[in-house]
Each structure stands twice: as C-alpha cells, then as structure tokens.
Nanobody, 116 residues
Framework: QVQLVESGGDLVQTGGSLTLSCAAS????????IGWFRQAPGKQRELVASITTKGITNYTDSVKGRFTISRPNANRTVDLQMNGLKPEDTAVYYC??????????WGQGTQVTVSS
C-alpha cells in the first residue's frame, strides 16, 4: 500500500506561482511513476505532469513551460512548481502513484484557485 498526501494549494492571482508537494509513504519502492492530475468543476480529470523513477518527465501541452515536476527526495516527495498561473489552472490537484503502469493510489487533493 502507498499513501499520498498533497499540500500547497492556495488562492493566487493571475501570473502568480505555487508549489504543490506530494508526500508518499508506505511501500514506495513499488512506485513506477508519480503524476499530478487536476479536475476543474464540470470537467474530466486530466494528467498535468508526471515523473518516473528514472526522472523522465511529461507535461500536458497547456502547462509546458510554466509547470515543473521534480522529485527532491526520490519517491518520498514529488513537487509541482507552477508559474505563470492562469484562471484556467483553477482545479483540485491530485497526486497519484503508478504501479505496473496504472495509477492505483491517490491523494485526497488540494485546491488551487487562480483569480483573474
């Protein structure tokens, strides 16, 4: 089992920055990758960024150049640095851990609100 806890969500103005953190505990050695997802009201959950245990990163097009995912402490912590925030980035952000290619473990989410 893997437990994930997100933190760092807040209310910011357009153009502002936030860093979200995902703290993983439990059997973290089974994790292949960690992803940050977001879900805005009335929209489907989308994968924003991911990072594998080898450090390979991927980003959805809408955040490329603005968001950076990193693993400052191997699989124990995964951060999402968000710069140049826009109102359309407003959502609940979740981190999830992938095991054998599937995102099986999820955190409870943290709210990010960007005011215009």
């Amino acid at each position: 089992q893997v437990q994930l806890v997100e933190s760092g969500g807040d209310l910011v103005q357009t153009g502002g920055s936030l860093t979200l953190s995902c703290a993983a505990s439990g059997n973290i050695f089974i994790i292949n990758a960690i992803g940050w997802f977001r879900q805005a009201p009335g929209k489907q959950r989308e994968l924003v960024a991911s990072i594998t245990t080898k450090g390979i990163t991927n980003y959805t097009d809408s955040v490329k150049g603005r968001f950076t995912i990193s693993r400052p402490n191997a699989n124990r912590t995964v951060d999402l640095q968000m710069n140049g925030l826009k109102p359309e980035d407003t959502a609940v952000y979740y981190c999830a851990a992938a095991v054998l290619g599937n995102y099986n473990y999820w955190g409870q989410g943290t709210q990010v609100t960007v005011s215009s």
